[in-house]
């Protein structure tokens, strides 16, 4: 038993259970010490938010090996439900954290349901279709969230696409309206929540990919033709993997939404989907430290580029082209592949 | 249950004596696979037609024929990549028409590919493991949470690969990449990754391709003791004629989709319509000769 805890690839997991670790008690400390800028501190929510994302998109883009172009839809329908959760609770919880912990589980759930239902006609097929629906997906709970109304009165929850219709007492609360999004919103997202949140999808996801399962979605991914013949029930797998990656999501736009007042669908648009792909295409597609690594960097990018006002996103770019061209460089990559534990294991034996 | 799997590597791994190879010790028993009227049209071209077997229990049996003769096309109708267009097949009696790959595996085919297959970016171990897919006795949740069972089954599941590996002596490489093993090993795991599967009955695709003689010779000794020690039927697809005359003890000629000899060995090497499917006719050939050297 001892000699499997030893294994290369468990090896790299503590590693980056490590990383992430340190990294919350360094700023955490920072914090705590009062020397963090007010421009980093607003940020750290959102990093959380985002290097959720990444971690999640890659289960199914590095793990399962299938491109998915509507990641944020999945974001939108946690930011939606789970601050809904979170503002229907507000009499009945009283405690922020639980009440926030309640939002990211129902975001979650209701993420996960969509998956399973985006999943169910497109992850019978091979090919790049999973590309296709997504992206259609992405712009259709756009549409959806910018013409919901949704409010709460005493009779519970009121539902429609028209605001007139809602059909609510005088005294009933608007929640979700249409285009304005949800606004009055508590702010009860917090760091060590978020950090909470990163360290359980890292747990599932290490763990999953080092089960039977994992080791099924990998072999789908490697060779979905000799997966079959060794008896492999490919829809099966495919479905655990996008669910469970949609299920991040949904957590992670609830954890992302209760960070700001107010916010609309329009948060979540395909920028937002191609921008967390970008976080995994750098970091590396399966390496769940590479992604996390390039999530929390992109998203402070921009913040901290903001004295160069107008050239920002030039700036940006010119970064994410250089990253690429320095990741690619033969002889850069094996100066820092000294540093990283061998990837092969024993295949020189 | 679960009783039978934690044996399933020891119980099966009975050994028999390989000298005595009597295709009659089958005769009693009913065959593992039997196709009738077996064929396939891919649009108006026939593939295979009419296409009639039987295995026994624990024969070798051997699929020949040239090139494009529908051999390979043979293997994915047994296991359901392309469904049949006439016909039936019959896998210990029971009818496989509506099964798909993934179900005709579990219910005892499995096979390599002619052109290797593996998990590339998975180690060896994994592979097998793999193969033992449907016998790891843990779910989703069981992995997630680390539950007993995960480490009981996955420290079973390594026994077993490991004794599976062992019959090709590779377990010494179960930590490499599978894909960055030479050809020869690549061939060998494809084959166990297979064999855990438990199969009844294992379809080798030119197991031999692209080996020398003595790697063949090894194959073929590895290929007759697989059969003794699981007690399996094995059918091969080969173009290497020392192999498969060699191991096969019954043997089916194909040429463009028909059934054209079937039987021995020594009958088919002598067989006249064998010969003419590899050959050519003679006469014609020779009437060419004769006209071009005119």
Redesign the interface.
Known sequence: ?KK?NL??TSRNNFLTYGFVILFYIVLQSIAAGGHMSSMLKGQLVPICAYVVMAISLNLTVGVLGELSLGHAGFMSVGAFMGTTTAIALKSVVASPTLRLICALIVGAIFAGIVGFLVGIPVLRLNGDYLAIVTLAFGEIIKSIFNNLYLGLDSHGFHMSLLDNKLHMEPEGKLIIGGPMGIGGIQKIANFTVGFGLIMVCLI?IF??V???????I??I???R??????????TKYKM?AFVTSAAMAGAAGALFALNFSTFVANKFDFNTSILVLVFVVLGGLGNMLGSIVAAAALTILPEALRQFASYRMLVYAIVLILVMLIRNNPTIRSFFDRFRLSK????E? | MSEQKKQRPVTRMVPVQSKAIVPERDADKSPILECHHLGIDFGGLTAVNDFNLMVGRTEIAGLIGPNGAGKTTIFNLL?K?YQPTRGSILLDGADTSKM????V??AGI??T?QNI???????VE?NV???L??H?G???W?????LPK??K???H??DSAMELLKIFDME??????AG?LPYGAQRRLEIV??L??NPSLLLLDEPAAGMNPSETAELMDNIVRIRDLFQIAVMLIEHDMNLVMGICEGICVLNFGQVIAKGSPDEIKSNPVVIEAYLGKKDKKKKKKEANDG
């Open positions: 038993m499997l294994t290369k599932v763990n999953l080092n089960s039977r399962a994992g080791r099924a990998m072999a991914r490697d060779n033709i000799a997966a079959e013949s060794v008896g492999i029930p490919i655990m092969k294991g024993g295949a034996e | 296991t990549v798909t790959t993934e179900q595996n579990r499995a096979r590919f297959r593996l998990f590339n970016n998975l180690s994994d493991k793999l193969g897919h449907n790891i843990y779910g989703m069981g992995g997630v949470f680390r995960y480490w089954e996955e420290a599941a390594h010494h490489l179960a930590n490499a990449q960055s990754r297979a855990a599967t």
